[in-house]
Each structure stands twice: as C-alpha cells, then as structure tokens.
C-alpha cells in the first residue's frame, strides 16, 4: 500500500498512541504500573487516560534513539513546519538540545563564541565536553540592569581574535526578549568557518508570525534549541532540535543519544507532535494574539506610573537589534521594590504566579492561552502593589552584569582538586563550580572563574533579595568550593 | 411532554423547576443567555447554564445588595454597580431621590437587551437619566477610578466563569481607591453551605478582610439558589452597618419593600456559628 503523503493536520505520534489504546494489549512491558492498575492514587491524581497512554517504545510506536517510523515521520513534520532540514524531539528539557548542540560543533578543547548571558545548560555542556568560552560582553541596559544582546562589532572582534573558535552561540531571544542581529552573525559566521547555533528557548513562538524577530532557521543558523514546552504549547521537559544540512543529521542523532533517556516519555512525545500541528495551523493566530494582550498590557501598566513595561522602544539595531513584543517585561525598581519583591507579592499576596522577578524586574509570560481576565487581574494586582508598597528607591543594587574573568576552563576547574571556603572570603580564587541566580538562570560565576569583591557582593544581596541562588554544592550557598592552584591534578 | 430545567447546584446537587417555555436564547460574546417561563418561579434568567435570577425571589436578593447600605451611608450620591446587567440593583437604587449618579459597568450588552426585552420586571429602570452605563471589563473601569465612589455594589454572576476576576484581592484593592473616605463595598458573597463553594467564600472574605479595615458579611434566604442560604459582603472604610444604621431616617422613607425591613437590616448581620467559623468572624473583628 502506498503510504500517503502526510500533512501538518497529522499527528502520527498521537495516532500511534490512540491506536495502541484502543488495542487493548496485555502488557508485560514497562512502565510496570501496567497502565495505573499497579498504582491506584498516580491513577487518580492524573487521570485514566493519561496514565494508560503511558506505554514504553515498541515496534509500532517507534523508538526515539533510532526513529524509523511514526517519530521519524512526526520529526519531518516538525521540521517542515518550522522550515528546518531535520528536527530531533527531546524530552529532557531544552537543556539537552542546548548541549547536543554545543557537543556536536565543539570537542575538548575548542573554542566557540558565546554570550554571557546564556542559559547555564550551554555552560554546563562545555563542563562535560571540555571546550573553551568566549564569553561576548552582552552589553547592559542601565537604566533596566538587563543583559542584552550581543553587536555585531562585538562578534566581529571575538571572531577576529578568535579564529580557530568553531561555532558561535547566539540567543534569540533572550529570556527578557532581546535579540541580536542573527542574520548578520550567521553571515560572518559563515564566512569564517563557524557554525551558528540558537539558543530559541523563548523564541518557538518566532516560527509562526510575521509580526515578531526573525526565528534562527530562517536567519540561516546551523542548529536550534527550540523550547516547545514554553510558548508553543506542548508538556513542560519536552522540545525540539533544529537543524541544517550543514550538520550531520546522523552525527547529531549520535550525539542526542550519549545523554538522552532510552525510554522516552511518549506523553511528552505526543505533546510535541500536538503541539507542532496546533502551531503550524494556528500559531499565527495565537503570535497576533500574543502580542496585543502584550501590548495591552504594557501600555495599561506604563499608566499606572512608576512601572516600565518595556518594549519596541529599546531596539537600537546594535545590542538591542530587535526585540520580541509578546514579552512582558516591567521595570519595577522607580517604586522602591527589587522584581523579586514584587514576583513575591503577586504571588503570596494576589495568587498571580508570573515567570521571574530578578533585581530590576519582573517577566511575565504571555502566550496562546491567555485570557484577558488574567491580563486584567495582573494589572490591577501591580497597581494595588504600588499603591500599598511603593517607597524610595534608595539603596538598591545598581547593576547586574559582571564581566567574568575566565582563567580556566570549565571543565578543567570543575574536575580539578578543589576545597571549600566561605563565599565572603573567596576573593582571589579560582571558581570550580556555578553560582546562579534562578530564575532567570545565568551564571554568577561559573567553573574556572576569578572570584572578585564585587561578585560576592552581588551574590549577597541576591540573597538578601530572596532570589534563588543555586549552583554549588551547600546548598546553603554560605561555602563555595574552589580550585586548589597547588595541586598539579590536570584532567586534561 | 414536559420540559425541565435543571440548575447544577454542585456536581452532586442539582435543582430543577418545571419549564412552561423557552422565550428566547442568545449566544453572546461571552455566554450563552436563555430565558424560560418555569411553572413555579416565573421568568428566570440563565447564563451559560446557571441560574442568575428568577421573578418570583429576584426581589429578595435586590432588596438586600441595596437597602442594607443605603440605610447605614447618610450621604449616598455617587454610585457604582458592577454587574447588574438585569437591571434589578439599578431599580432599587433609584427609589433613593438624594442619589444623584449610578455608574454600571457590565462587560455584556446582550444580557442588558435581553432583560429589556424580556425582563421589564427587573429592567424597568435602566433608562433613569442617573444612570450611566459603560459595557466594558468591570475591573479595568474600577481601576482607572480613585476617591470617586461612595458605595460600590458588586452584582456578579458566581465566580467560577467571567465574573472570577471580583472575588480576587487585586479587585477589592482597586475598590477601596475608588471609594471615598466613608464609602462601602458590597459584594454578592455567594452561599456558605455547600463544601464546594464554601472555600471560595472564606478566600473572598479573606481577601476583602485584607483591605478593608471594616468587614463583615450578612445573609438572607433565596429559594432558587444554591442551598437558599445567601451571603453578601459588606465592607466599609468608617461606617458599622448595625452602630450607624439610621433606622428611623429610613423608616420614615416609606419606601416599599417586600423582604427588607429594618429589623431583618440588624438580624441579617447575626450569623449561624457555622458561618462564623468558616470566615472567623468575630475572631478578627473583636
């Protein structure tokens, strides 16, 4: 039988499923709760449905290590709709296509271009595969104490300095929205040998409108870590690998498999399939949708005075080359509260859980399933905050961006010999493990750093702020461990 | 054949009257709008499925969202009403002369024509040249406004659809800057006793509890909705709503009522220790 040309209105995983369901198999596979027969409360905490659909890789659902049917024909799908060569479904996060990136353009030892201001999960994978940053200086906004993006002169000069490095890391966008001039970078890039790999963890939503920044497979970037689970709809952990036929699309698949689980969850599997066709025919509608609630909202909140809810107007075509206006960033610092304060208030207070309060701001997510009761209740909740709490804003943290000392790389401090020391007392020394402010999640300090005053200043008043701070091993986060210089013990 | 339309009370309990005959049913915007003729209660109005108000007991809930605070306020000129769209609340206020703006925000025109319509009861003073009428999202209207208000009345439908947004904080917030010095929130504070809806009670009261520095809540018996045990809230910036009801002053209104009276005024804020416990009252207050 001749197999008929599938269409973005198909889901084969998803079909694949229903099928299996309505088989009805005895199972003597795993998952060994059979179905939730085998655990009655998970049962009845998620559903029957959802339970049963819970089923293990078998031939006629396809086996996400080496796809050969309803995956791989769910995969082409993906990638015709978001105009790519290949597309890899991952289901451990956007972290894990982050670092099948990373560790297919790079090994121990060379060189890629990267931000500052990128998420920990690209750091994290030169820590296991031994490659080297170079950090670009993202520039900060001052007034906003927000990272931004990387100028084209900026990536000129990396690459000029740096022509061995073999891949430059670009975010598009930035957690809080702002993107660099991918086109232009991948056009050096290419020029000089290097691949460009996107780091689109906010930007799924890019693919689907006119209206917003370019997405990185049409700016003609090598590789794209696209985060499905946030704006496009589909279970949270799950995601999708973009990639070019300038990258070996078997060497990648190789490459996902030294860290990705074998028994793929097919809950998030059929998410991502789900998710793919809901977007391809109606993500247009939802980015429009996006973006006027976005709208709205900013221009309500900038009414209420002493809140910035930034936008277009910070595009300057250099650090700031173009930003993305389903973002709903607000300055909150002009009413005398860090965003982590206000992020807390919405919360305890008002029962509006939003993305992230960092020192200056807060980040709320709009996307595809909002209302405008909640866009309202959001804006009502920030004008009683301020009403009931504003006050001077003296005293505040003035600035968020640190310029880092590389002095090692990561995965040698990581793995070096190391001792621990009180963070206040650290100066001086050698970093050998991260120090992260979660949400947003980029590094205070990560492996191979030099620790300076100033950074244990800032980390001190994250804390004071009650900002999550994570990354080393007490999880206290008093000691810090760090390289112990008189110990010879090299890894590599 | 027999018609029957059934009101979901709970996912447990429903509550269904005996239908004569469909009069109309709309689709609006927002929700579906149905008016039926039921053998018992007379012309009643259901949205999206629920019960909002019925001919024969609608009077019992206008009655009492609207004299409880006119008795106590003596200065009530400016008046906002969120909600309302049947025109019941607007046509209590209007029997007060001293009364001299009645601001109504509800968010669906339809349920405004429909009632005009088919509601002449509840409508009927909808066109009082006090009263103005904004179709538009109650909770941006009431934040854009500060010290203009000297009663507010929130007249919603139950809060788990359009109406959620004026059971939050947020909301109680914003109408406590609208009010002036002296003024008064009263909300519809939906029923106590059934376990389902009883937390969303104690989480309302809760949240007005947290902006007001006065509140407390009052009841009284509607046959058509959930348990016939109705609360509404009444909140208030320097007015006690037993201490200062004008009890004489309203008597001598002659005003024509069917449940309220002025001695229900004082019993309705005594409240069954159940209900006390749910929402503390008496712990706080004290």
Not at chain 1, 266 to 291: E, H, P, Q, T, V
Not at chain 1, 308 to 323: C, N, P, Q, R, S
């Amino acid at each position: 039988m001749e197999k008929r040309k599938l269409t973005q209105q198909d889901t084969p995983i998803h079909r694949a499923l229903e099928e299996q369901r309505l088989n009805r198999l005895a199972h003597f596979d795993v998952p060994g709760h059979k179905g939730g027969r085998g655990n009655k409360e998970l049962k009845e905490f998620l559903g029957a449905d959802c339970v049963k659909l819970d089923m293990n890789s078998m031939k006629p659902l396809d086996n996400l290590c080496h796809p050969v049917s309803v995956i791989k024909d769910a995969q082409q799908l993906a990638a015709e709709a978001f105009g790519a060569d290949e597309a890899f479904f991952i289901v451990n996060g956007t972290t894990a296509a982050v670092q099948a990136m990373i560790m297919t353009a790079t090994v121990a030892g060379d060189k890629i271009i990267m931000p500052r201001n990128v998420h920990r999960s690209a750091i994290n994978a030169l820590v296991v595969n031994g490659a080297m940053p170079v950090y670009v200086n993202p520039g900060v906004n001052k007034k906003l104490g927000i990272p931004l993006g990387m100028s084209v002169a900026d990536v000129k000069q990396a690459i000029q300095e740096n022509p061995d490095a073999k891949a430059i890391l670009v975010n598009n966008p930035t957690y809080y929205g702002i993107c660099s001039d991918i086109k232009e970078i991948v056009r050096i890039a290419h020029e000089h040998g290097m691949l460009v790999l996107a780091d689109e963890a906010h930007g799924t939503h890019f693919y689907f409108s006119d209206k917003l920044p370019v997405s990185a497979m049409e700016a003609g970037a090598d590789m794209a870590a696209v985060s499905m689970h946030k704006t496009g709809g589909s279970l949270t952990q799950s995601s999708i690998l973009l990639t070019r036929k300038t990258v070996n699309a078997d060497y990648v698949r190789q490459i996902i498999n030294l860290t990705q689980t074998t028994s793929g969850s097919y809950l998030l599997l059929s998410s991502l399939d789900i998710a793919r066709k809901n977007m391809s025919l109606n993500g247009k509608f939802y980015s429009d949708r996006m973006i006027e609630l976005a709208t709205y909202a900013r221009e309500e909140i900038n009414k209420l005075g002493g809140y910035y809810a930034f936008g277009d107007e910070l595009i300057d075509k250099d650090m700031v080359y173009d930003f993305d206006r389903t973002k709903l960033s607000i300055h909150t610092r002009d009413i005398g509260l860090a965003g982590i304060e206000v992020y807390d208030l919405l919360r305890d207070d008002y029962g509006i859980q939003i993305e992230f309060g960092d020192i200056g701001n807060i980040l709320a997510i709009i996307s595809g399933g909002d209302r405008n009761l909640e866009i309202e209740r959001l804006i009502s909740a920030l004008s009683e905050i301020k009403r009931l709490h504003e006050r001077e804003k003296a005293g505040m943290f003035d600035h968020e961006y640190i310029n880092p000392k590389v002095v090692m790389g990561p995965h040698k401090a990581f793995f070096s010999k190391k001792f621990s020391v009180p963070i206040e007392e650290s100066s001086g020394m050698i970093c050998s493990e991260f120090v992260m402010c979660y949400p947003p999640g980029i590094p205070i300090l990560a492996p191979g750093e030099m620790i300076t005053t100033e950074i244990i200043h800032y980390i001190q008043y994250a804390k004071e702020k009650g900002c999550l701070v994570t990354g080393t091993q007490d999880m206290k986060i008093e000691n810090i461990n760090v390289v112990d210089t008189n110990v010879t013990v090299m890894p590599n | 054949m027999e018609l029957w339309y059934t009101d979901k009370h709970t996912k447990d309990v429903h509550f269904t009257m005996k239908v004569e005959n469909q009069i109309a049913s709309v689709e609006s915007e927002y929700q579906r709008i149905d008016i039926l003729e039921t053998v018992e209660f007379g012309k009643v109005l259901v949205l999206d499925g629920e019960l909002m108000i019925s001919q024969k007991d609608e009077f019992i809930y206008h009655e009492m969202i609207t004299h409880v605070p006119m008795a106590v306020h003596p200065n009530v000129k400016n008046v906002l009403v969120i909600g309302a769209g049947d025109g019941g609340t607007i046509r209590e206020l209007t029997k007060y002369d001293t009364i001299e703006n009645i601001d109504m925000v509800e968010i669906d025109k339809m349920v405004v024509r429909m009632c005009r319509e088919y509601f002449q009861e509840t409508a009927c003073k909808l066109d009082d040249p006090r009263v103005n009428m904004y179709f538009e999202e109650g909770l941006r209207f009431v934040r854009m406004k500060k010290d203009e208000y000297d009663l507010i009345i929130v007249d919603c439908a139950d809060p788990y659809g359009p109406a959620e947004g004026f059971f939050t904080r947020e909301f109680y917030g914003n109408c406590f800057k609208a009010l002036h010095d002296d003024g008064i929130l009263i909300n519809q504070h939906e029923s106590p006793y059934y376990s389902e809806h009883s937390r969303t009670v104690q989480k309302a009261h809760q949240h007005i509890q947290l902006v007001f520095p006065y509140s407390t809540v009052y009841q009284c018996h509607i046959p058509s909705y959930p348990s016939g045990h109705w609360l509404f809230g009444f909140a208030s910036k320097k007015y006690d709503p037993i201490k200062d009801l004008r009890e004489d002053y309203w008597n001598s209104l002659n005003m024509k009522t069917r449940y309220y009276n002025t001695d229900l005024h004082k019993g309705s804020f005594y409240l069954p220790t159940y209900v006390k416990e749910l929402l503390e009252i008496g712990k706080n207050n004290e």
